[in-house]
Every structure is written in structure tokens, then in C-alpha cells.
T-cell receptor, first 113, second 116 residues
Framework: AQSVTQLGSHVSVSEGALVLLRCNYS??????LFWYVQYPNQGLQLLLKYTSAATLVKGINGFEAEFKKSETSFHLTKPSAHMSDAAEYFCAVSVNTGNQFYFGTGTSLTVIP | EAGVTQSPTHLIKTRGQQVTLRCSPISGHTSVYWYQQALGLGLQFLLWYDEGEERNRGNFPPRFSGRQFPNYSSELNVNALELEDSALYLCASSPLGGEWPNTEAFFGQGTRLTVV
């Protein structure tokens, strides 16, 4: 079975500070991992994905995530937060059967000016 | 290029009623997914359709059903609505065809369903 745990339903950072959003996964088979962002009243937009290539994945808007198998983690980071980064972020895991994403419960990021 | 479109954007229904939500995928995409985003529960997988057939189903009761039409658009039907069905229903599409997961799923803006 696959699942995702996002630690911290709400994260606040100052503008210019490091953004760190945590995601731990559980999977019985090698996983594919994703980060999606949801801006208010919008659908989900893919930030980045890990598909068993490089363990450090770079995405859009300056975000990146590192796959750590030993820690079963896929944390999302950005060196310097921008006001426009305020949104809901979802980590998701999938395996190559059923084409089904398992999403975490999301982390709401607030950026303080 | 138009993205995934969903209609209606908002809907209010009474408990016990039935509702139909609609989704038009991106042109060329054959797979459509439905997710429920209830408050505090994150996104829960409902259904996956590809080439007109239901390929996978999440852990939801049978009163949640759907279909995919020859033009790849899709409907989600919910019968006997309950208060806990109040949620944002998201549709996504992808050009899958054995390329999972190297193809991206694109999400629509969702339909906000409120059951009173």
C-alpha cells in the first residue's frame, strides 16, 4: 500500500527565508513522487516529480526536492521565499499500477512580508 | 490550448438529491481522473477513465459513478447525496498510453459542491 504524510499543515516563513515542506512516503514498491501546488480557487499544478532518475529534482519557480530512500522522504525546498509562493502544497506518491496518485493532506504556506 | 475545464464551478444541493459534474480534458488526452478534496482530508482518488472505460476506482461507495464519452469528456455522478459529500471535486487529464508516470496529469479548477 502507498501513502504520504505531510508534516505540518501550516508553515509560515518570512519573505526571503528558506522554504522547507516535509513529505514522507510509504510504498511497498519503488515509488514515483510528486509535488503539486494549489493557488486559491485553482486546480493543482505540477511543481516537480521524481521518477527514479536523479535523486535531486528541480522544478518550476525555483523549487527542488530530494528523494532519500533511507529516510523515505521527499522534502520540498526553496532557498528564498517569495510572496507569490503562498499556496497549498501537496505531496503525492504513485506506483506503476492503476495510474493512481495518493496525496498527502497538504501544507498551507504563508509568506510573511 | 485550453486546459481541463469543469462545470459547474459551484453547486448547492440538498441531502438525498443527485448531482452530475462534468469535465472536458485537454485536447488529445484520453485519460480522465476524478478526485475529491474534502476539508481536512486532502485529495482522495475517485475514478480513472481511459478510452471510455473505467480503469480504476478508489474506496468510495457505489453511489459515486461516472462515465467517459467518445470525445473523452467525462461525467461524475453522485446519487443520494450526504452532507459529507460536500467537497471540491477535481478532474485531471493526461495523455497516458503506457508512458506512466512520465506524462503529467493536468488538473481543472474543480467543482465546489455543497450539500445542505
Amino acid at each position: 500500500a502507498q501513502s504520504v504524510t505531510q508534516l505540518g499543515s501550516h508553515v509560515s516563513v518570512s519573505e526571503g527565508a528558506l522554504v522547507l515542506l516535509r513529505c514522507n512516503y510509504s510504498s511497498s514498491v519503488p515509488p514515483y513522487l510528486f509535488w503539486y501546488v494549489q493557488y486559491p480557487n485553482q486546480g493543482l499544478q505540477l511543481l516537480l516529480k521524481y521518477t527514479s532518475a536523479a535523486t535531486l529534482v528541480k522544478g518550476i519557480n525555483g523549487f527542488e526536492a530530494e528523494f532519500k530512500k533511507s529516510e523515505t522522504s521527499f522534502h520540498l525546498t526553496k532557498p528564498s521565499a517569495h510572496m507569490s509562493d503562498a499556496a497549498e502544497y501537496f505531496c503525492a506518491v504513485s506506483v506503476n499500477t492503476g495510474n493512481q496518485f495518493y496525496f498527502g493532506t497538504g501544507t498551507s504556506l504563508t509568506v510573511i512580508p | 490550448e485550453a486546459g481541463v475545464t469543469q462545470s459547474p464551478t459551484h453547486l448547492i444541493k440538498t441531502r438525498g438529491q443527485q448531482v452530475t459534474l462534468r469535465c472536458s480534458p485537454i485536447s488529445g488526452h484520453t485519460s480522465v481522473y476524478w478526485y475529491q478534496q474534502a476539508l481536512g482530508l486532502g485529495l482522495q482518488f475517485l475514478l480513472w477513465y481511459d478510452e471510455g472505460e473505467e480503469r480504476n476506482r478508489g474506496n468510495f461507495p457505489p453511489r459515486f459513478s461516472g462515465r467517459q464519452f467518445p470525445n473523452y469528456s467525462s461525467e461524475l455522478n453522485v446519487n443520494a447525496l450526504e452532507l459529507e459529500d460536500s467537497a471540491l471535486y477535481l478532474c485531471a487529464s493526461s495523455p497516458l498510453g503506457g508512458e506512466w508516470p512520465n506524462t503529467e496529469a493536468f488538473f481543472g479548477q474543480g467543482t465546489r459542491l455543497t450539500v445542505v
